[in-house]
Each structure stands twice: as structure tokens, then as C-alpha cells.
């Protein structure tokens, strides 16, 4: 058993930040509501800059920096890099460079900073703790495209300073203006530091052992729609750690995700380009062959499997087959109306053969969805 000399030195100013932050948070922020209150204006301000920090660290420290899902002006790079200061998790660089790492080696507890496999506390908080794998405070290899990002080494030099006075600056600045110095610095200041970390580190905790994986489980990232929603569309974890290039992470309308949606409307500005999207048929494709796997597994353990097998083999190859077919048909029809000649005579066969093959992958997609619920009910 690994001995307390034997474990690496403790970082006691992440402690100390930490536990004090935490426990003004829980202890002096009840006290003052109970002995003074707080009203709609510090309650919006702490939404606003907890949402400022978080959508700071979701599409421009994540998304932006360390996955290059799509590209932003300087203006948005530099909003982003001071609310990444105000989140108070490092700079851009070594943010990314630990992203990078956690995604090049997910789940391996020797590479990965904060791997699920060595536990709950570890992966939200504890790597944090002590200082494991020194070298990521010096090494930044993987990061030398950020490096030529005159705004990330900006904000890398001058982080500390940075982070100093958004902290401390914000809060008192807004309880200056509202009247309150210290309503503002426990609510903006204090607890909205400690609902920025905690939402974040549930990433690498909660969301690598609480939800679905219908994508992959090649590793223990999560799908999780409540996680979604506390921070800004995060919580699709299985989906990104398969697609981890694609700009979105709820890739449904439905599904909670207001940095797919930042991202998006920004481009409709400018301020945002080259937004980058997994092909739809890879996605299906890749839900289904997770079906596949699933149910193949729970039939080889049957009596008498090999007729069943037999089906959900041919079940699932028509089904591929037919995604193939009409991806490609919708392709090509995208390209004839992008030459606005889809309504000429001559495509007029094609067309009612795409719309066949829209008709037959339906009819697929119907029969394998009821095969999929034969087994799993």
C-alpha cells in the first residue's frame, strides 16, 4: 500500500483555496441571506457571471482551444480568455494541454490528469490536491498551435493577475455600483466561484460513471442530460469523446446545449467560423453498431441463438446499407440544388430514387427499432 511519504508533495494553495471558498460558500453566504438578504439584482448578477465563467470554460477554453471545433475573432478569444481568469482554472494553455492529455489517454490512470478508473473524489477534485505528473506544469507539447494564439499566451503570462482582479475586481466593482461590497463578493465572489468549479469538475467525475453510453464504451464517458443542463451542455460526454471535433455536444434541438447554440449565433455575426460537424450518417452508423454490439452480447448468452443472431446480423448490415445509400443520395442532391439544377427533366429519375431510398430507410429504421426493443424489454 502506497505510503504517505511515497505520495506526491500536497498543493496546499489549491487546498487552501478550495476549502475556503467552499466553506464561505456554504457557511457565510446562508448567514448573510438570513441576517441581511439578497435581492433580484445580486441573484441575476450571480447568474450572469457564474454563466459568464461557465460558457467561458465550455466554448472557449473546450471547444475553441482544446478540441479547435471552430475558429473566433480576437474579440471573443479575449471575452473568453478573462472569463476563463474569472472561472479561476487555470490558463488557456495548461487548461488545454490537460484537456488534450485526459482525451489522448481517457481512463489510463498512469497519463490520464484525471482519470475516472482511480475514483470519484480523484477525478473531481483530488488530482487537483497533490501534485501528480509535475511535468504538466512545464511540458506543453501538445499544445504548440495555442502557443501562436497571441491571446492564450497573453492571458498565460499574466494569468495570475488576471485571475486576481476578476475575482476580486467584478464583485467588488458590482457592489460598489449596487450598494452591498460584501452581499456582492459572497454571492458573485464566493459562491459563484465554487458553483463554477464544482459544475466543471462534475465533467470528470459524474460524467464518466452517471448515464448512457450509446455511442461507445470503449471508455467510461457518460451521456447525461441533467449534467447537461448545470453546465451549458457538457454533460453529452459519450458523444464527445467519440465526435470530440464537432463544435456541438447535444446534437438534437432538443437536447440542452447554449454553447452549441453561443457558438452558432456567432457565426451568424462573424464573430465565430468554420464551425465543424460530424457527418449524420457516422453518428447513426455509430449508435447502431453500439445497438449491434449490445444485443449480440446478450444473445450469444441464449439457448438456441444462432437463428436470432442470424437475423440481427442481416437486420443491421440492411441497415448500414440503407444509411449509405441515402446519405450519398442526399449529398448529391444537396450539390444538384446548390447548381439549382435539381428541377431539371433530366435529375427527375434521381429525385423519386432518393425519395425511395428516404421511404426505404424509414421502413429500416422502424424494423430495427423494433428489434431492438424485442431484446431489451
Same mark, same amino acid.
Given at each position: 500500500?502506497?505510503?504517505?511519504?511515497?505520495?506526491?508533495?500536497?498543493?496546499?494553495?489549491?487546498?487552501?483555496?478550495?476549502?475556503?471558498?467552499?466553506?464561505?460558500?456554504?457557511?457565510?453566504?446562508?448567514?448573510?441571506?438570513?441576517?441581511?438578504?439578497?435581492?433580484?439584482?445580486?441573484?441575476?448578477?450571480?447568474?450572469?457571471?457564474?454563466?459568464?465563467?461557465?460558457?467561458?470554460?465550455?466554448?472557449?477554453?473546450?471547444?475553441?482551444?482544446?478540441?479547435?471545433?471552430?475558429?473566433?475573432?480576437?474579440?471573443?478569444?479575449?471575452?473568453?480568455?478573462?472569463?476563463?481568469?474569472?472561472?479561476?482554472?487555470?490558463?488557456?494553455?495548461?487548461?488545454?494541454?490537460?484537456?488534450?492529455?485526459?482525451?489522448?489517454?481517457?481512463?489510463?490512470?498512469?497519463?490520464?490528469?484525471?482519470?475516472?478508473?482511480?475514483?470519484?473524489?480523484?477525478?473531481?477534485?483530488?488530482?487537483?490536491?497533490?501534485?501528480?505528473?509535475?511535468?504538466?506544469? #512545464?511540458?506543453?507539447?501538445?499544445?504548440?498551435?495555442?502557443?501562436?494564439?497571441?491571446?492564450?499566451?497573453?492571458?498565460?503570462?499574466?494569468?495570475?493577475?488576471?485571475?486576481?482582479?476578476?475575482?476580486?475586481?467584478?464583485?467588488?466593482?458590482?457592489?460598489?455600483?449596487?450598494?452591498?461590497?460584501?452581499?456582492?463578493?459572497?454571492?458573485?465572489?464566493?459562491?459563484?466561484?465554487?458553483?463554477?468549479?464544482?459544475?466543471?469538475?462534475?465533467?470528470?467525475?459524474?460524467? #464518466?460513471?452517471?448515464?448512457?453510453?450509446?455511442?461507445?464504451?470503449?471508455?467510461?464517458?457518460?451521456?447525461?442530460?441533467?449534467?447537461?443542463?448545470?453546465?451549458?451542455?457538457?454533460?453529452?460526454?459519450?458523444?464527445?469523446?467519440?465526435?470530440?471535433?464537432?463544435?456541438?455536444?447535444?446534437?438534437?434541438?432538443?437536447?440542452?446545449?447554449?454553447?452549441?447554440?453561443?457558438?452558432?449565433?456567432?457565426?451568424?455575426?462573424?464573430?465565430?467560423?468554420?464551425?465543424?460537424?460530424?457527418?449524420?450518417?457516422?453518428?447513426?452508423?455509430?449508435?447502431?453498431?453500439?445497438?449491434?454490439?449490445?444485443?449480440?452480447?446478450?444473445?450469444?448468452?441464449?439457448?438456441?441463438?444462432?437463428?436470432?443472431?442470424?437475423?440481427?446480423?442481416?437486420?443491421?448490415?440492411?441497415?448500414?446499407?440503407?444509411?449509405?445509400?441515402?446519405?450519398?443520395?442526399?449529398?448529391?442532391?444537396?450539390?444538384?440544388?446548390?447548381?439549382?439544377?435539381?428541377?431539371?427533366?433530366?435529375?427527375?429519375?434521381?429525385?423519386?430514387?432518393?425519395?425511395?431510398?428516404?421511404?426505404?430507410?424509414?421502413?429500416?429504421?422502424?424494423?430495427?427499432?423494433?428489434?431492438?426493443?424485442?431484446?431489451?424489454?
Amino acid at each position: 500500500m502506497t505510503t504517505q511519504q511515497q505520495k506526491p508533495p500536497v498543493l496546499w494553495l489549491n487546498v487552501a483555496v478550495f476549502s475556503v471558498t467552499l466553506l464561505v460558500a456554504i457557511i457565510g453566504v446562508p448567514l448573510y441571506a438570513y441576517q441581511y438578504g439578497f435581492d433580484w439584482a445580486q441573484i441575476l448578477m450571480l447568474v450572469v457571471a457564474f454563466s459568464f465563467c461557465g460558457m467561458s470554460i465550455t466554448a472557449g477554453y473546450h471547444r475553441l482551444w482544446s478540441h479547435k471545433t471552430f475558429q473566433a475573432n480576437a474579440l471573443l478569444r479575449f471575452i473568453f480568455a478573462i472569463g476563463g481568469a474569472f472561472a479561476l482554472q487555470n490558463s488557456i494553455l495548461h487548461w488545454s494541454s490537460d484537456h488534450r492529455i485526459h482525451h489522448r489517454h481517457v481512463d489510463n490512470n498512469d497519463k490520464d490528469p484525471y482519470s475516472a478508473k482511480k475514483g470519484f473524489f480523484y477525478s473531481h477534485i483530488g488530482w487537483m490536491l497533490r501534485d501528480y505528473q509535475a511535468s504538466r506544469y #512545464h511540458d506543453y507539447d501538445n499544445c504548440r498551435d495555442l502557443q501562436k494564439d497571441k491571446i492564450v499566451m497573453w492571458q498565460h503570462k499574466y494569468y495570475l493577475l488576471l485571475a486576481i482582479g476578476t475575482n476580486f475586481g467584478i464583485p467588488f466593482a458590482f457592489g460598489l455600483i449596487h450598494g452591498d461590497i460584501w452581499g456582492a463578493l459572497l454571492l458573485v465572489g464566493f459562491l459563484r466561484l465554487v458553483l463554477s468549479h464544482h459544475t466543471t469538475f462534475f465533467i470528470n467525475s459524474l460524467a #464518466h460513471i452517471w448515464g448512457s453510453q450509446p455511442y461507445t464504451d470503449r471508455n467510461t464517458a457518460r451521456d447525461n442530460g441533467f449534467l447537461a443542463f448545470l453546465t451549458f451542455g457538457e454533460g453529452y460526454h459519450n458523444y464527445h469523446h467519440i465526435f470530440e471535433n464537432d463544435y456541438r455536444n447535444g446534437i438534437c434541438w432538443w437536447q440542452f446545449d447554449p454553447t452549441k447554440w453561443l457558438i452558432k449565433v456567432c457565426s451568424w455575426i462573424g464573430w465565430t467560423r468554420n464551425l465543424k460537424v460530424t457527418p449524420a450518417d457516422r453518428i447513426e452508423k455509430t449508435k447502431a453498431k453500439m445497438q449491434f454490439k449490445r444485443i449480440q452480447q446478450q444473445l450469444s448468452k441464449m439457448p438456441n441463438n444462432v437463428a436470432r443472431l442470424t437475423q440481427l446480423q442481416q437486420e443491421y448490415e440492411a441497415l448500414i446499407a440503407k444509411i449509405s445509400d441515402y446519405y450519398q443520395a442526399k449529398k448529391r442532391l444537396l450539390d444538384m440544388e446548390k447548381q439549382k439544377i435539381a428541377d431539371s427533366y433530366d435529375n427527375f429519375e434521381f429525385i423519386q430514387q432518393y425519395k425511395s431510398m428516404q421511404a426505404r430507410l424509414e421502413q429500416q429504421r422502424r424494423a430495427w427499432k423494433g428489434l431492438m426493443q424485442q431484446y431489451t424489454t
